[in-house]
Structures are given as structure tokens and as C-alpha cells.
């Protein structure tokens, strides 16, 4: 039963608009969630992360949007290059002893910035 | 810095035989665990250690072993190689507790089982 969900497997957008990835957990006890990046042939990179007393964290283009009330976050890219087509995966953990560092990941976005 | 280092980076086996996946962190973290992925499946779980002796399992443990004699290595076990055993596997690597809870991976191990 997977307690992270993206249920977009694709997204295409074009350069220089805004790219919006949604993420869904069901596990209430996730208090920290990050999204990773991954190009083919290598491994996941950190992109960003939310603790869960925020409800927005923002790195140059990338900002996270976390609504605990309805257990969604998101992630925007804008504006989005083509350097960002990826695939993106988001991931949750629980800030307790047994769980801190067992993150849970959702099945990922593939991510198509067209010129 | 090498950061999180797997070796091999591809290797393909017949059922039944046995193999480890090496892997290697010169960041002196704390935490270390393997993850599989698998297409529309995200990245699982498979063992997770604190720190040296000490493991745990996670989500997909069977099938696969780990041991963490140093705080730098961290290999798996495939005992007896089944065909689902197919996979990508990650090692990562974090600083635990005093960290933010940020992993870093390595690349990748792709591992194939006829």
C-alpha cells in the first residue's frame, strides 16, 4: 500500500512556463517531505525539501507547496528549461526514531520541457 | 569527495546464483540503506542501517542481506537470484538524526536476473 502518491506519470510543458507536480500521502505521521530529481543512468538528487510546520519553501525556481489538511504538496518550476526534464519523485518521513531517515517514495514524474 | 560509490554498475545473473552490490560512503554519515526501483513502483526500501552493527528492514527485505562492519560500507546480499530480483538498486547514505534527512545516493547498480 503506498502512503506516497503521484498520480501523474508524465508532464509536458513548454520552455519558460510553469511545470506543477502534485504529490498525495495518506500516512499523517509524515512530518518532512522532499522532492528528488532524477536524470537517467544516475542517481536521485535532492531538490527541495518542507518541514511540516511551513507551508512553502521556496529555492530559486522551484518552490514547494505543502497543505496538511488535505495531505497534498506540490511543486512548481518556473519558469521550466530544458534542463529540468526529469523524472521527480517526491518522498516523506516521519521525524521519529525508527522512521527518520525511511523515507517513502512515490512512484515519480516524468517531466518533457519542449522548446 | 566521491561521495556515495556502487559498484558494479551493471551485472547480470542466472537464477540461482548468489552476489553482493558493494557500496561506499567517504561522507562519515551515520545512516545507510538500499533502495530498489522499479518501473511505476518509485523507490522501495529493501534494508536500512543506523550505523555500524546495527540494520534494519524495510519495505522488500526478502531475498536480500545486509551487514555494516564500518561506518563506510554497507553491501547486499542476493542469496539465491530470482527473475524479480530485476531491478535498479540504490545505495544511499545520510547523517541521520543531526541531518535534515536529506539522502544522498548513489548511482546505481542495474542488475538483471534470467
Known amino acids: 500500500d503506498q502512503q506516497v502518491k503521484q498520480n501523474s506519470p508524465s508532464l509536458s510543458v513548454q520552455e519558460g512556463r510553469i511545470s506543477i507536480l502534485n504529490c498525495d500521502y495518506t500516512?499523517?505521521?509524515?512530518?518532512?517531505f522532499l522532492w528528488y530529481k532524477k536524470y537517467p543512468a544516475e542517481g536521485p538528487t535532492f531538490l527541495i525539501s518542507?518541514?511540516?510546520?511551513?507551508d512553502k519553501n521556496e529555492d530559486g525556481r522551484f518552490t514547494v507547496f505543502l497543505n496538511k489538511s488535505a495531505k497534498h504538496l506540490s511543486l512548481h518550476i518556473v519558469p521550466s528549461q530544458p534542463g529540468d526534464s526529469a523524472v521527480y519523485f517526491c518522498?516523506?518521513?516521519?521525524?521519529?526514531?525508527?522512521?527518520?531517515?525511511?523515507?517513502?517514495f512515490g512512484a515519480g514524474t516524468q517531466v518533457v520541457v519542449t522548446p | 569527495n566521491a561521495g556515495v560509490t556502487q559498484t558494479p554498475k551493471f551485472q547480470v545473473l542466472k537464477t540461482g546464483q548468489s552476489m553482493t552490490l558493494q557500496c561506499a560512503q567517504d561522507?562519515?554519515?551515520?545512516?545507510m540503506s538500499w533502495y530498489r526501483q522499479d518501473p511505476g513502483m518509485g523507490l522501495r526500501l529493501i534494508h536500512y542501517?543506523?550505523?555500524?552493527?546495527?540494520?534494519d528492514q524495510g519495505e522488500v527485505p526478502n531475498g536480500y542481506n545486509v551487514s555494516r562492519s564500518t561506518t563506510e560500507d554497507f553491501p547486499l546480499r542476493l542469496l539465491s537470484a530470482a527473475p524479480s530480483q530485476t531491478s535498479v538498486y540504490f545505495c544511499?547514505?545520510?547523517?541521520?538524526?543531526?541531518?535534515?534527512?536529506?539522502?544522498?545516493f548513489g548511482e546505481g547498480s542495474r542488475l538483471t536476473v534470467l
Open positions: 544511499a547514505s545520510s547523517y541521520g538524526q543531526k541531518g535534515t534527512g536529506e539522502l544522498f
Open positions: 542501517s543506523v550505523g555500524a552493527g546495527i540494520t
Open positions: 500516512n499523517s505521521m509524515f512530518d518532512y
Open positions: 561522507m562519515n554519515h551515520e545512516y
Open positions: 518542507i518541514s511540516s510546520i511551513k
Open positions: 518522498a516523506a518521513s516521519a521525524k521519529t526514531t525508527d522512521s527518520w531517515g525511511k523515507l517513502q
